[in-house]
């Protein structure tokens, strides 16, 4: 049995605009030791879905089952869900600076967590965890920065004071969102660098959530990209990086500049907008923007299934379980059964984004 | 240009190829202390002392990190900040610290292109006036030429000319931008600052706006100066590349034999920082972690300002500050300020999770 067995997820908020549907569906589970990287733009649902597990997302309508050492995280008492919060599933921010409550001394915001917690530790002995935590991230000083107030640590510091924080209870699960976006490259680094030792020493299992492929490609064991509330694609790195079956997948890795290259080649983007969640697109979600839309695309939601018959690759897409990777042969694979699959509605559309591609900035073949 | 800078800018004309000149260029912004008598404390030390050249045509990147004095620069390019001490050249015209009259002119050639496509855009006015502004303010065109204008401007950047009248809030963050990119384009400047154009939008989103700054530069002749702090970005769009660290340049080449051959050990620590997305290369790459924070720029280290961070830093780093110029026989053009600079092959980093924790110096 896996740590955490997340099944069906769905999270929606009504607002007055209507019923805004973040998640829609989303089955995971993580083992102990384990990095999971999920990978997402803005409003794919990657952080409603981890926020709803500890209880975070308040007048959310939620329905599935999140099971944590087989009990349910989604039908817990706030009580008992509190008793986890922190102790066993803790979470790191993206924004350390909001995170970190501005008029208490770090070392005092790191000590009352452990004190709430386990009510036995003395003061003078969670005052000295807090030292010992701070030293382990790397904060020089710690048994004098202990006392120092957020605003007195530079940005890479504080989100130091923050995985100390994750970590004083020593939890079996840490779910770390955009931990890194508000750093500078080098500090990235050095956070990328803490996690992934701090995390082989503890064994604790890690969910990455972030938008940055780069930093995916750094720690993750296995990854799931989501688009509009859905996952569309699930493997391990390798297969991800390498193997893509998805063409969301696809189009993302294509859409990075190449860092090795050295002649300048141009960039593919991925045509259109990500779409609305309060109506989102009926089929699968993403073909109002896929260069190989066919018509059952429109109407026929494709499920998350196995790809290319490796152990675990799956993908959410009608194009043939062998259409993975970037070669020409693949490529050639996808065009013709694309090409094959549009009969009606699909060729006109196909049409309409061929030519959204040849927009000023976007691609030209 | 009015007719009395045109014939000041053929007679001044020297060098052809540089379109903008910095000459040691210093920007302090003062700390002041004290309710009736105010009194200077200290200085933050934002740019301290650039020189360089943006050649006409070209891109130049500009990469650093936060406080590094980029951001500084751009506006003093644009003549948004007055600049401290120094001398900034356009088109072979002195154009440091001009009253305001006179540096009008010059505000038609030199635009301007901002990080947060949210911010920039008021989103009270539609879309048309606010690309129209340009054309208000310097009295170009009028009524239904204006509107004709910012119609083809719309169709240049990719916008639909019928969404004039639309409000920015209508538009999506990558549509947004390309307003931003309108806007700035409305007068044809020569020269325009890209800061951290792409740095808010989303991956998908990004490229298509990075396609559009290189297809504007193909048929219009334009000049960037881009500003980022994603190296492979910068790497793409970029001719030449200058890194700076705390307000001054540390490393300047063109972009192919920066990222071949960086010099300077900052340079190298930044580009191996980067992530990138290649798991294998990923986990085969070794890592410059350095130790500690950037320094203030209140009170910037003596001597380089990178040494106390600095894996090969000796003595003499620590006292004596290094000329930008070219080092182990670099073409010339390749500058880097450093004492002991990085040679093909050597061995900085480690693994990505192999470093002990850092218990550094710095605070």
């Known amino acids: 049995m896996s740590l955490l067995e997340v099944t069906d997820l769905r999270v929606s908020f009504p607002t007055s605009d209507g019923l805004v549907q973040a998640v829609r569906g989303v089955t995971f589970s993580v083992d102990r030791g384990q990095t999971l990287g999920i990978v997402g733009e ?89 030292v010992d935590l701070l030293k382990m991230v790397g904060i020089p000083q710690p048994d004098r920065r202990v006392d120092d107030f957020p605003h007195q640590f530079s940005g890479g510091m504080r989100q130091r004071a923050m995985i100390a924080m994750a970590l004083s209870l020593q939890p079996k699960l840490i779910v770390a969102d955009e931990p890194t976006t508000a750093l500078d490259a080098t500090v990235q680094a050095q956070i990328l660098d803490l996690m992934l030792r701090l995390q082989r020493e503890l064994d604790t299992a890690l969910i990455m959530i972030t938008h940055d492929l780069g930093v995916i490609a750094d720690l993750a064991d296995d990854v799931m990209v989501m688009y509009a509330g859905k996952p ?11 193997q893509p079956h998805h063409p969301y997948t696809k189009g993302l890795l294509e859409s990075i500049p190449n860092s090795t290259g050295t002649e300048r080649e141009r960039l593919r983007p991925i045509t259109g907008q990500p779409p609305s969640l309060i109506n989102p697109p009926g089929g699968c979600p993403f073909h109002p923007r896929c260069a190989y839309v066919m018509d059952r695309c429109l109407t026929e939601t494709p499920p998350l299934g196995p790809a290319a ?57 | ?81 007055p600049v401290t001490s120094g001398r900034i050249t356009f088109d072979g015209q002195d154009i440091t610290n001009l ?143 200058a890194v700076m660290y705390l307000g001054k340049v540390a490393e300047v080449a063109e972009a192919p034999d920066l990222y071949g051959s960086p010099r300077h050990p900052y340079t190298n620590a930044l580009l191996s920082a980067g992530s990138v997305a290649d798991p294998e290369l990923s986990e085969r790459r070794e890592r410059i972690i350095l130790v500690g924070d950037v320094p203030s720029p209140i009170d910037p280290p003596k001597g380089c300002r990178f040494h106390p961070r600095c894996p090969k830093a000796e003595d003499r780093c620590a006292v004596e500050e290094p000329v930008l110029e070219p080092r182990l026989n670099d073409p010339a053009g390749h500058d880097a300020a450093c004492h002991f600079p990085v040679a093909a092959g050597e061995r900085l980093g480690q693994k990505l999770g192999a470093v002990e924790p850092s218990s550094g110096p710095t605070s």
């Open chain 2, 99 to 241: 009253p305001r009259a006179r540096m009008r002119p010059f505000r038609r050639d030199i635009q301007m292109i901002f990080q947060d496509p949210y911010g920039s855009l008021n989103p009270r006015r539609r879309v048309g006036s606010i690309i129209g502004d340009p054309f208000a303010i310097h009295g170009v065109a009028d009524g239904p030429e204006r509107k004709r204008k910012v119609q083809e401007l719309m169709e240049l950047v990719g916008l639909k000319p019928e969404h004039f009248n639309r409000f920015p809030a209508e538009f999506s963050g990558g549509q947004r931008q390309r307003i931003g990119v309108a806007r700035a384009l409305a007068l044809r400047p020569k020269l325009i600052v890209c800061d951290e154009p792409v740095s808010a939008l989303d991956v998908s989103i990004q490229a298509q706006i990075i396609n559009l700054l290189e297809d504007l530069q193909d048929e219009l002749g334009l000049t960037y100066v881009f500003i980022a702090h994603d190296l492979s970005v910068v790497r793409h769009v970029s001719d030449r590349v």
């Open chain 1, 42 to 130: 803005s409003g794919s649902g990657k952080s409603v879905s981890t926020q709803t597990l500890l209880g975070l997302t308040a007048g959310a309508d939620v329905s599935g089952q999140a099971m944590f050492e087989g009990r349910d995280l989604l039908t817990m008492s706030s009580d008992e869900l509190r008793r986890i919060r922190g102790a066993e599933i803790s979470m790191i921010f993206q924004d350390p600076l909001s995170a970190l409550h501005p008029l208490y001394r770090v070392g005092w915001q790191i000590m009352e967590m452990i004190r709430a917690h386990e009510p036995s530790v003395t003061k003078a002995q969670a005052r000295k965890r807090a």
């Open chain 2, 1 to 81: 240009m009015t007719d009395t800078a045109m014939t000041d800018a053929g007679a001044a004309r020297q060098d052809d190829d540089v379109l903008v000149r910095l000459d040691n260029v210093v920007k302090h912004f003062p700390i002041k202390q004290g309710i009736v008598f105010k009194h200077e404390v200290a200085r933050v030390h934002a740019v301290d002392g650039v020189s360089l050249e943006v050649r006409r045509g070209e891109t130049l990147g500009l990469v650093g990190e936060t406080g590094c004095g980029k951001s500084t620069l751009a506006r003093c390019i644009t003549g948004l900040h």
């Open chain 1, 232 to 242: 569309v694609e699930h493997a391990d790195r390798n297969t991800l990086y390498y």
């Open chain 1, 309 to 365: 018959g490796d152990h675990g690759h799956q993908s959410a897409c009608w194009l043939p379980e062998d259409a993975v990777g970037m070669g020409t042969e693949a490529e050639e694979l996808r065009r013709r059964t694309a090409e094959e699959g549009r009969v009606g509605a699909a060729r006109i559309l196909a049409e309409e984004i061929a030519n959204a591609a040849d927009v000023k900035g976007a691609v030209t073949s």
